[in-house]
Each structure stands twice: as C-alpha cells, then as structure tokens.
C-alpha cells in the first residue's frame, strides 16, 4: 500500500528520546493534524497518560506502542464477503466525487480475481448525472461484465429493481449497484436512499445485502459528518476508505468507526482498478504513528 506520508509528524516526535511536558501537546497537535479530530485527540492523550501512569512507560517508543493500541480499541474491520448460494446486492453509497464509481470496478475486479466471483453485474444507481452513468458503462467494458442503466433521470430504485431482476433471470450471483450521492437536500437524497433500501430488501430479503460507505480521506472531519447521514438513512455495513495516496491525513477512520460501530472492510490508494486492499487495521495504525 502506498500512503502519503501519513503519520510523518508522529515519526519525527517518536524520534527523540524524552517525554518531557511539550510532548503530550505535540503528540495531540499531530493527531489533530491527521485528521482524528479535536475531541477524539483530546481523549487519546487522556488515555495514553493513564496507560503510561499505569504501566510506568518511561520511553516514547514504548508510549508508541500504548498509543496504537489506544487508537486500535476503535478500530474496527471486517472482511466484505459474498454469502454462496445467496444474491449477493452490494449498494454503494457516498457524496458525490469520494470515488463510488470507481471502488464499484476494483471492488468488482478484486471478487472475479480474489473470491473466485466469475459473473458479477454492475447498476448504473446514479441516474443524477449522464457522465455517471457512462462511466460505469465504460468500466463495465473493460470488465467484461453486464451493466444494467436507464436514461439520466430515471427513477434510480427502478434501476437497481431491473438489475436485481436481470441478474436473477441470468443466474448472477453478485450485484454491484451505484447510487448518487447528492439530490437537490438532504432530506430528498436520505428519502431516495431509503426507498432503494426498501426495494433491495424486499427483492433479497437480506441475506447477501450490503451496503458500504465510500470515505474519501481527503475530505478530512466533515466525513464523520456525512458518514452519519448516510447510517442514519439507511444503515451502513461496512466503510471503504479512498484516495489514501492523496492525503498525509486519513486518521477520520478512526472516529468514524467508533461513532458508527461499523467496521472498515477496503482501503484504496490510486485511480488503477490494481488500487483496492482488504483493510489491515495493523498496517493502517503503524503508518498512522509513523512506525512504517
Ligand atoms: N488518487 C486517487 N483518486 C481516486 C481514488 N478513488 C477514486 N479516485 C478519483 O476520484 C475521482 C472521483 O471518482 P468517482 O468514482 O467518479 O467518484 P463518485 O462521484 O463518488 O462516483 C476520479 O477522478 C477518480 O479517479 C483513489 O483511491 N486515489
Ligand atoms: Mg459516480
């Protein structure tokens, strides 16, 4: 994986030997500026003096240690798997430009070339904008793989009601269903969300329905922010991560996760379709403190 620079602050302030009193300010200044927030940072100092206190740490390598496992006690992950013998609807959600489109062809290369996922169909949810929907059309191309898409402002529920219908009548195990991330409000884009939910459910059941969060780390704090409408509206399963090569930052995550509850499955670094990893919490922590 390939971060940029992510915990480099904290690497310089692990590289000098004491804890004097400037330390603890500098340690949370640096994890504000990676994008933990203010509160969360505040809180981690907090619980990162007690550890210390505790275990009598007196060297800031082990304090890195303790603080990895601090901000660890948030983080949550889980793989995003295809349940057999199921249909399998994964709804992809997430504001406009965090990079939906995109994850839906990595995520639907990574299951044909990783989890042995030979038919997967692809819906074009996000009837907001043409371009959207050429754009899957395209990616579905070089794929190889069914893309299912009305016109531009067609009603996106009847949409994925059509691609959830087709990949039935061809026996297709997997459906991968973009959605747009912005309607005229708020509240028409939490409605839209939730008669796609509703329709997903019933035509499903359930069992292998998901629907992920795309986070963009570039975004900074306001993600929580969004993260919270859109679990609100519909209930997030699981979070992937993008753009982790454009930012130093991408510490959000871990606010998020607590807030939330909901486990991060994906990491992407790049615009390749290659640029998606299943989420290690270890490495992901250890370039955040500066360790790798
Ligand atoms: N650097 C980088 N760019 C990305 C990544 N994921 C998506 N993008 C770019 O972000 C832009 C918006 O992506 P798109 O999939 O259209 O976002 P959507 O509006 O949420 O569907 C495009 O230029 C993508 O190439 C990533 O992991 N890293
Ligand atoms: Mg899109």
Do not use: W
Not at 82 to 108: H, M, Q, R, S, Y
Not at 118 to 128: M, N, P, Q
Not at 130 to 147: E, F, N, T, W, Y
Request: aromatic fraction near 4%.
């Amino acid at each position: 994986m390939a971060f940029a620079g992510l915990g480099k602050r904290l690497r310089e302030i692990f590289g000098s030997r004491e804890i004097d009193g400037k330390f603890y300010e500098e340690l949370e200044d640096a994890l504000i500026e990676a994008d933990v927030g203010v509160r969360y940072a505040s809180e981690t100092i907090e619980a990162l003096r007690e550890t210390a206190r505790k275990e009598g740490i007196r060297t800031r390598e082990e304090l890195r240690g303790a603080l990895t496992e601090v901000l660890g006690k948030n983080l949550i992950s889980a793989e995003l798997t295809i349940v057999p013998d199921a249909l399998n609807v994964i709804l992809v959600l997430g504001v406009n430009g965090v990079g939906k489109t995109t994850t839906i062809a990595k995520l639907a290369r990574h299951f044909r070339a990783n989890r042995g996922v030979e038919r997967i169909l692809l819906v074009a949810g996000d009837t907001f904008r043409a371009a959207a929907i050429d754009q899957l059309k395209i990616l579905g191309q070089r794929l190889d793989m069914p893309v299912v898409a009305q016109d531009p402002g067609a009603d996106p529920g009847a949409v994925i009601f059509d691609g959830i219908s087709s990949a039935v009548a061809r026996g297709i195990p997997l459906v991968i269903a973009d959605t747009a991330g912005r309607l005229h409000t708020r509240d028409a884009l939490v409605k839209e969300l939730a008669k796609i939910d509703k329709i997903v459910m019933s035509r499903t059941g359930g069992a292998g329905y998901r629907k992920i969060l795309v986070v963009d780390a570039t975004t900074g704090q306001n993600s929580l922010a969004q993260a919270e409408v859109f679990h609100k509206a519909v209930g997030i399963d699981s979070i992937v991560l993008t753009k982790m090569d454009s930012t130093a930052k991408g510490g959000m995550v871990v606010p998020i996760c607590r807030e939330l509850g909901v486990p991060i499955s994906f990491l992407a670094d790049g615009e390749t379709l290659d640029d998606l990893h299943v989420f290690d919490p270890v490495l992901y922590l250890k370039s955040l403190v500066g360790e790798s």
